[in-house]
């Protein structure tokens, strides 16, 4: 193997031990629940979900345990509601 690549690979290896480095501002993925599968997404400190539940209370499960998953890496904007952040940090 060529001797920078080995060299990628070992920083590759500490990146991933600091997840502090990664700040993320928007991502959508497909979050699979009890019952279906939800598209969750974030955009600039903002939460959506394909829930039913989202739709009246603009924070569920899904993003709540996707903001409890991902904190390390998102700005801190991107935390929900004062009541949903509270549920949050007990998850």
């Known amino acids: 193997m060529h001797s920078s690549l080995i060299g ?6 500490r990146y991933v031990q600091e997840p502090d480095r990664v700040r993320f501002s ?8 009890e ?10 400190g903002n939460w959506h979900c ?26 801190a904007e991107a935390a929900p509601g004062d009541a949903a952040t509270a549920v949050a940090s007990a998850v």
Do not use: Q
């Open 35 to 44: 019952h279906d599968e939800y598209t969750v997404s974030y955009d600039h």
């Open 26 to 33: 928007r991502f959508e993925l497909v979050f699979k629940g």
């Open 8 to 13: 990628k690979i070992e920083k590759a290896k």
């Open 50 to 75: 394909g829930c039913a539940f989202f739709g009246g209370w603009n924070v569920c499960s899904h993003t709540l345990a996707m903001y409890r998953l991902l904190t390390p890496m998102l700005p």
